[in-house]
Structures are given as C-alpha cells and as structure tokens.
Nanobody, 123 residues
Framework: QVQLVESGGGSVQAGGSLRLSCAFSGGTFSAYAMVWFRQAPGKEREFVAA????????EYADSVKGRFTISRDNAKNTMYLQMNSLKPEDTAVYYC????????????????WGQGTQVTVSS
C-alpha cells in the first residue's frame, strides 16, 4: 500500500521561501503521477500543483503560477514543492497524494490523505 509523508513546512515571513518534500513508499514511484493540495483554516482543500510520472508535464493552480515549482526525483522516491515569494494567503496545511493517472488529477477525489505539513506565512 502506498504511503506518503509530507515534510518541510514551517513559519516564514511574506516574500520568503520553503521547500516541501513528499516521501513515497509502498509501490513503484515512477508509475505514479503526484499532486500537492492545501487546506487553509475554514476552507476546502484545494489543488496546488501536479506532476506526471516522468516530470515532463506539470500543472499549477493560477494562484501559485510563477511562484511555486513542483518536481520529483524518481531515484529518491520523493516529490518536491519549491515555494518562493510566499504570501500570507499561502498559509495552509499542504498534502501530497499519488495516482496512476495524471489526467484530471487536479480534480481527483482521493480516498485518503496523510498528516500534511503546516506552512504559515506572516505579513
């Protein structure tokens, strides 16, 4: 069974940067497309970014385009989210997930989620 562990969150000031990691185990990492979602207090979970199995295709929410970069290292079974120019509205718990299909992954209804990692951006 696939297991995912998010890490790298923290507290930063607006304009700062963080890099999140998602460690994958329990399957063949390169067989999966990967995705980041986030959930702010009192709000629904929302799509942030996605990457296909090879890293050759990526997709971003409009709110993070040009500031966030998703990447993966198939040799390390790890996905990353480099977050630059952070804004207070980026404050949320960030979650990763995996699916063998990349198409429509941004709107996929995932059955389960991990603990996530908290990102707090102060103004």
């Amino acid at each position: 069974q696939v297991q995912l562990v998010e890490s790298g969150g923290g507290s930063v000031q607006a304009g700062g940067s963080l890099r999140l990691s998602c460690a994958f185990s329990g399957g063949t990492f390169s067989a999966y497309a990967m995705v980041w979602f986030r959930q702010a207090p009192g709000k629904e979970r929302e799509f942030v970014a996605a990457i296909n199995w090879s890293g050759g295709s990526t997709e971003y929410a409009d709110s993070v385009k040009g500031r966030f970069t998703i990447s993966r290292d198939n040799a390390k079974n790890t996905m990353y989210l480099q977050m630059n120019s952070l804004k207070p509205e980026d404050t949320a718990v960030y979650y990763c997930n995996a699916d063998k299909k990349y198409i429509f992954i941004a709107t996929r209804d995932f059955a389960s989620w991990g603990q996530g990692t908290q990102v707090t951006v102060s103004s």
